[in-house]
């Protein structure tokens, strides 16, 4: 499995405002998974890209994904306080891979 | 609802007095996943099973262990903790491995304390 880093480590915002973070990863992949997880809890599935995709939207999030840098996007639009967690990108392999997390980048959204 | 539980929420234990966390799944799934989470760390992949076959990660310490009884429970034994050892643990499950596109399934968590 490989690793993604989430840059920034941080994010301060206002309510209303999007809030983007990336993500960056070394090898091949076969898909890519964003994750949030809330102070204290376990972790919730967002979404998911594959390879040949370049962009997905669920709801207010949109994550895009450039296999030729090997990076990804997730931008939240009109960001609402209950969007303050850490969030995750977990990029998977082909084949048997289990999913190796990140450090994250912990939003904060103040009213 | 369908679901993956973790029991219980908060695990007090003493320096080297062994200690078992417990995940329950109601989804039915063939994997299931121990993870360890430090304060403001990345969830740490400890070991997982594929229905009864169990996968250890590299450098997960002896002191780490686990047992799937069946398909719904799986049990995350420590044996002798220390301080060091005290982390939030994550239980997670997929349908199936990954590579796929397998989402995870996580509990809530227990926070373990070692005094």
């Known amino acids: 499995s490989q690793q993604g880093e989430e840059d920034p480590q941080a994010l301060s915002i206002q309510e209303g405002e999007n809030a983007t973070m990336n993500c960056s990863y070394k090898?091949?992949?076969?898909?890519l998974q964003w994750y949030r997880q809330n102070s204290g809890r376990g972790l919730v599935h967002l979404i998911l890209i594959r390879s040949n995709e370049r962009e997905k939207h669920s709801g207010r999030l949109r994550v895009t994904l450039d296999t030729s840098k090997k990076s990804s996007s997730l931008l939240i639009t009109a960001s609402r306080a209950a969007d303050t967690a850490s969030y995750f990108c977990a990029p998977q392999g082909s084949g048997y891979s289990t999913l190796t997390f990140g450090k994250g980048t912990m939003l904060l959204v103040s009213p | 609802d369908a679901m993956v539980i973790q029991n219980p929420r908060y695990q007090v234990t003493q320096f080297g007095k062994p200690v078992t966390l417990s995940c329950s799944q109601t989804?039915?799934?063939?994997?299931m996943y121990w993870y360890q989470q430090k304060s403001s760390q990345a969830p740490k992949l400890l070991f997982h099973y594929y229905d009864k076959d169990f996968n250890n990660e590299a450098d997960t310490p002896d002191n780490f262990q686990s047992r799937r009884p069946n398909t719904s429970f799986c049990f995350l034994d420590i044996r002798s903790p220390g301080l060091g050892d005290a982390a939030m643990y994550l239980c997670?499950?997929?349908?199936?491995?990954?590579?796929?596109?397998?989402?995870?399934?996580f509990g809530p968590g227990t926070r373990l304390l070692v005094l």
């Open positions: 997670a499950t997929s349908r199936d491995e990954g590579g796929t596109g397998e989402t995870q399934y």
């Open positions: 090898t091949s992949i076969n898909n």
């Open positions: 989804l039915n799934h063939n994997v």
